[in-house]
């Protein structure tokens, strides 16, 4: 199945229309605002056996997702639902049928943090439901990405937003990245970090899609929400892999 990329202006689009990154992050929503109806229509929620939410992911084609391998620590039987902000919303919903994680990932699990869900039946796109583009470019340091997500918003907590939220956050350099965790976590140049103050991607919300205009670089693998910065797979580092797959 084919999966059409338009590389050919994909960085300038980034550059032109994202922002700079003196803009700065909109302190407003350092804690996540409620995202706005059908802002991210490649967005959706992994599901258990009891409908309770528990990871992200993106939508590639009517028949893949993309999200986390981590996620299948918390289920492997498992729906995916599409087309609606709200968890309890009337979004579609879709049986995971197989999934893949890439061939590196045990060896380099931080690199290499990828899963293509596939699903029973065909997604159906809509106005709420489409696919999300993905860019095998490694972000630029200081740019300002999105994240959103269903997933708490402390690091004590275990309840999930109901609402899909979004907040702003900035690609660090693998240097002030490191300098932030100290001597704790070992941070490579082979993993996505952004961090934004009192903010970030937390528990439940592995395996969202983290975006510059809504094209999708990284993967949410290491939420550490606002302690330290967030840690992302490159979609770089797999995109040959996906492709070769979808």
């Known amino acids: 199945m084919t999966y059409t990329i338009q590389l050919v202006g994909i960085l300038l689009l980034v550059v032109t ?16 605002t409620t995202a706005a109806d059908k802002k991210y229509p490649y967005q959706v929620s992994l599901r258990n056996v009891n409908n309770l939410h528990f990871c992200s992911g993106s939508i590639l084609n009517t028949r893949w997702i993309l999200t986390s391998t981590v996620c299948l620590t918390f289920a492997t039987n498992f729906t995916i639902v599409a087309g609606s902000n709200n968890l309890n919303g009337s979004g579609d919903t879709y049986q995971a049928a197989s999934y893949l994680f890439h061939p590196l990932y ?3 699990p931080f690199e290499y943090d990828a899963l293509l869900v596939n699903t029973t039946t065909p997604i159906v796109y809509s106005t709420r439901i489409q696919p999300v583009v993905l860019t095998p470019l490694f972000p630029i340091v200081g740019a300002v990405a ?9 690091i004590a907590s275990q309840i999930t937003f109901n609402e899909l939220r979004d907040l702003n956050t900035t690609v660090l350099s693998q240097t002030t990245c490191q300098s932030r965790f100290g001597g704790i976590f070992n941070v490579t140049s082979s993993v996505i970090c952004t961090f934004v103050a009192k903010g970030g991607s937390c528990y439940f919300d592995y395996g969202a899609p983290i975006t ?4 999708q670089f990284g ?12 840690l992302h797979t490159p979609i770089s580092n797999v995109y040959s892999w996906i492709i070769s797959i979808i």
């Open 17 to 32: 229309f994202c922002g700079n990154p003196t803009d700065a992050v909109d302190r407003r929503i350092v804690n996540g």
């Open 106 to 108: 045990n060896s380099r």
């Open 146 to 154: 999105v994240i959103s997500g269903w997933g708490t918003n402390d």
């Open 212 to 215: 510059v205009c809504n094209i």
């Open 219 to 230: 993967i949410v693998r290491n939420p550490f929400c606002g302690v330290f910065p967030d």
